[in-house]
């Protein structure tokens, strides 16, 4: 299915850029419509020493923030409408600031959702992960740093025969079937009954096969290294610029106590991550 609705989360100006260098681009190649997403930060009412709310603290907290969205948005519309698009611009109130969250009801109206890596470094940003798991939509993450792209030439799926990495493959087929070469990895294939651990991927790829998809599958072990590890290596040595990953997880005490490949992937990829669930 081709994405016809393109929701772009534009939180502040550090990752504005990088996300509509992505977005814009997308959008104008796919002729989809384009809704740019902003959360205006609520300011929190502090109280004064006379135990009254601060009202001039709340005064240009608010003024500051509305001038910032004045701001974005008037670059959005600028940069969308020089690029010939079908857009809108949405803007939503927040006390995290995050349109996440808030933006919830135009984010699962979209066919695909774009937004940036957080930077690790930094308390702003897009909370992706939570995005990814409460979105209901494929989510194309841009790195926070690198190039950006919007066209994909060669992509690394990871595959291990779950309901998520179905659904991420399936998702990402508009990009599959445009790239040059998209590289199946099955790390540690379990061996059963029904396959060997030489047949894991076979069947994934020769379904993606038969939409014209350029497809090979490697098995690789993983020998005492984390799975996240290897992804990272396997994306260096490819020369990928696109992963396709099912955001899947172990119960929340696990991921509490040892995180987990998908958020691993969040924080560090160095390429664009096409993310569903």
Not at 142 to 170: C, I, M, Y
Request: aromatic share 6%; proline share 5%; charged share 20%.
């Amino acid at each position: 299915m081709p994405f016809r609705t393109i929701a772009a989360i534009l939180q502040g100006e550090q990752e504005f850029a990088r996300v509509l260098d992505c977005a814009i681009p997308l959008a104008v190649r796919l002729e989809a419509h384009l809704v740019g997403v902003h959360a205006e930060v609520l300011p929190v009412p502090y109280t004064a020493a006379a135990g009254f709310p601060d009202t001039d603290f709340i005064q240009v907290s608010t003024e500051l923030n509305k001038e910032t969205t004045l701001k974005l948005r008037g670059s959005f519309n600028d940069r969308a409408d020089e690029a010939g698009l079908s857009f809108e611009w949405r803007t939503l109130e927040s006390f995290s600031g995050d349109g996440t969250l808030a933006g919830m009801p135009s984010i699962r109206a979209a066919d695909l959702v774009v937004a940036a890596q957080r930077d690790v470094e930094s308390d702003d940003g897009t909370d992706v992960e939570s995005l990814v798991y409460e979105a209901g939509r494929p989510v194309l993450m841009v790195p926070h740093s690198g190039p950006v792209s919007s066209s994909f030439r060669r992509v690394l799926l990871a595959w291990n025969g779950s309901k998520e990495a179905s659904r991420a493959t399936f998702d990402a087929l508009p990009f599959l079937i445009e790239a040059d070469q998209t590289d199946i990895l099955v790390i540690d294939p379990p061996a059963n009954a029904d396959d060997s651990p030489d047949a894991a991927g076979a069947r994934i790829a020769a379904a993606l096969a038969r939409h014209g998809v350029t497809v090979g599958v490697s098995i690789e072990s993983s020998r005492g290294q984390s799975v996240d590890g290897v992804i990272q290596e396997r994306l260096t040595a490819s020369g990928a610029d696109l992963l396709v990953l099912g955001a899947y997880s172990h119960s929340w005490l696990r991921e509490l106590l040892f995180g987990g490949v998908t958020r691993s992937i969040l924080r560090s990829a160095p390429v664009t991550v096409l993310l569903s669930r």
